[in-house]
């Protein structure tokens, strides 16, 4: 059965890459270095950690320039930090998935790469504190990112169920990875910021049209 779901964030609970954009094109005019005119370019920067996030949105010649990088990150993180919810949104009809898995007595978390002293401030300012999960983990600078399951694992026992009980629902490789190492449910979003051929390459084993649709799934599988 299921008994508990993790979501990934960025792309698979909100789009929050409007305020992502933001402070990254902020950060590059400040370096001297080119922009990025749409937005859809950040997508493929998303996914491990914000160290690589700045690295990618800086010219490749850069990347390997420790320093440049270091300042790339501080002045994202002085822009990003005070505005990380001022263009960010849930994704339509997630909140309402939340609070029906909820209702069902299933348990709610959110695992992520994202900065863990962010959480606090996401939590307020994109779900109105609602309480919509039972429980959250981000990067801490000492346990290893997904698609390392440590992060995972510790949420599970947290929640105190089997990392068998648990689907894990992302919108990029790293998550389908760390969803299958941890020995759970890896389920795909179609909304998110990879392609869906990439999450079924990682071990995908549904992908989701619509956030309705997991309710759906957890019924199917708990009814068996």
């Not at 690589?52 to 440049?68: F, N, S």
């Not at 109105?128 to 399951?149: C, I, M, S, Y």
């Amino acid at each position: 059965m299921i008994r508990a779901v993790l979501f990934d964030y960025d792309g698979t609970l909100a789009d929050t890459v409007p305020d992502v954009a933001a402070a990254g094109n902020r950060a590059l005019a400040i370096l001297g270095c080119p922009t990025h005119a749409e937005e859809r370019t950040f997508y493929p920067f998303l996914g491990d950690g914000e160290r690589q996030l700045v690295m990618r949105m800086l010219p490749a010649a850069l990347w390997d320039d420790d320093e440049t990088v270091d300042r790339m990150w501080a002045l994202y993180r002085e822009h990003y930090i005070p505005h990380m919810t001022d263009l960010t949104r849930p994704f339509p009809g997630i909140v309402e998935l939340l609070r029906t898995l909820r209702a069902l007595g299933i348990k709610t978390a959110i695992q992520t790469n994202k900065m863990h002293d962010y959480l606090p401030d996401i939590l307020r300012g994109v779900f109105g504190g609602e309480p919509l999960f039972d429980a959250w983990q981000g990067n801490d600078r000492v346990t290893p990112l997904k698609p390392h399951p440590d992060h995972a694992l510790k949420i599970a026992a947290a929640l105190g169920v089997e990392p068998g009980e648990c689907a894990f629902v992302g919108d990029s490789r790293q998550d389908m990875l760390a969803a299958t190492a941890a020995g759970m449910l890896p389920v795909g979003v179609a909304w998110g910021y990879q392609p869906t051929q990439v999450l079924r390459e990682t071990g995908a084993r549904a992908i989701l049209e619509h956030p309705s649709q997991l309710t759906d799934l957890i019924g199917e599988i708990n009814r068996v």
